[in-house]
């Protein structure tokens, strides 16, 4: 089975860029469609975007659609998230979730496989 591992969070200026890696290792990446989801304290987890396995369909959320964008290398079996324009509302535990599928899920319980997340911090 897949293993995901993030990277890339950090702390970062509201207005500010930061881009998220998620990297796969156990299996090769490009059999799994990925998500990305992020949580803040106290609320549910939150879908961001997801990406087919040829990387050639995405999928984003109202919330994020214009600001972040989700890619993949599946030669470097890593899926990425460029987030751009950045505001404190963007704080949270961010994570990628793998599964399975043809289609491009939205929902948590869709995923198998999930990473254990990266800390983004946004500053006012």
């Known amino acids: 089975q897949v293993q995901l591992v993030e990277s890339g969070g950090g702390l970062a200026q509201a207005g500010g860029s930061l881009r998220l890696s998620c990297a796969a290792s156990g299996a090769t990446l490009s059999i799994y469609v990925v998500g990305w989801f992020r949580q803040a304290p106290g609320m549910d987890r939150e879908f961001l975007a997801t990406i087919s396995r040829r990387g050639d369909s995405l999928y984003y959320a109202d919330s994020v659609k214009g600001r972040f964008t989700m890619s993949r290398d599946n030669a470097k079996n890593t899926v990425y998230l460029q987030m751009n324009m950045l505001t404190p509302d963007d704080t949270a535990v961010y994570y990628c979730?793998?599964?399975?599928?043809?289609?491009?899920?939205?929902?948590?319980?869709?995923?198998?496989?999930w990473g254990q997340g990266t800390q983004v911090t946004v500053s006012s």
């Open positions: 979730a793998a599964v399975y599928s043809t289609r491009l899920p939205t929902t948590r319980s869709s995923f198998d496989y």
